[in-house]
């Protein structure tokens, strides 16, 4: 007598996937037993009350409210630009005297701007209080017209 070419393993992951297979045809027939099918459109029709929620019946049409088609804006209003004060005040914070350039600290925005010393009329040094005007330089923004304060 031979013996069975199935081990004990065999027969185990063989009875698992079976057992899987069966779980999934009785899912199966379950999801179709209950199935919404066949529903009328009244049943599965939502609504959506004024505060955005769903409900199950239709709004009371003695609070609806009516609204002129004219008073309905599609487009943003433009707002207009307040033009910023063009002079600024700051701080310079760093100044290379050899090189003659340096930073100054704006007290609005904290922003670090750039200044050489042919924009200035007088020498200035590190931490003195000074007003400004802000150009586009090639590399950022450059503070021109510098004066002390």
């Known amino acids: 007598m031979g013996r069975s070419q199935e081990s004990f393993s065999k027969k185990e992951k063989e009875k698992k996937r079976l057992k899987k297979k069966r779980e999934k045809l ?15 459109l009244e049943e599965m ?51 290379n005297d050899s090189r003659g350039y340096g930073f100054i600290r704006d007290l609005e925005t904290q922003e670090s701007i750039f200044v050489h010393i042919n924009q200035t009329d007088f020498p200035i040094k590190e931490d003195d209080r000074v007003t400004f005007e802000i150009e586009k330089g090639p590399k950022g923004p450059t503070a021109v017209s510098v004066r002390l304060s």
Do not use: C, H, W
């Open 26 to 40: 009785e899912k199966r027939e379950e999801r179709q037993a209950n199935s919404k099918k066949g529903k009328s």
């Open 45 to 95: 029709m939502a609504y959506v009350d004024e505060y955005g929620n769903i409900l199950d019946s239709p709004p009371d049409p003695s609070q609806k409210e009516t609204v002129n088609t004219e008073d309905i804006e599609v487009s943003v209003s433009k707002l207009e630009k307040a033009e910023p004060d063009p002079i600024r005040k700051g701080i310079v914070s760093f100044f």
